[in-house]
């Protein structure tokens, strides 16, 4: 029998094959959304970002559930939303 475990983390820590394949870690994740890894321990800190699994003293975020936070995160524009309102108001007459 063989252990595949050690193929699950790459030298920086990292999720890259395996079991770990769809998680990332902390930096990986502040690189794909743009930010400085502070702002991913605040969004933790205060609850604001996507759920996260540890392992140890790390922490992982799973790919698909990311994808939903920052779906959910969708906002529609206040000038898109004004209109739409003022159109519906005129619709029903009022």
């Known amino acids: 029998m063989t252990d595949d475990t050690t193929n699950d983390i ?13 998680y990332m870690d902390d930096a990986e994740f502040a690189r794909e959304m743009g930010v ?3 702002t991913i321990q605040r969004w933790d800190r205060l609850g604001e970002g996507p759920p996260i ?4 003293r790390k922490k992982y975020r799973h790919r698909p559930t990311a994808r939903k936070w920052l779906l959910g995160r969708e906002v529609v524009p206040a000038v898109i939303f004004v209109i739409f309102t003022m159109i519906s108001l005129v619709q029903i007459g009022w």
């Open 10 to 22: 790459d030298d920086d820590g990292g999720a890259k094959s395996g079991l770990l394949a769809d």
């Open 36 to 38: 400085a890894p502070r």
């Open 53 to 56: 699994t540890r392992i140890g």
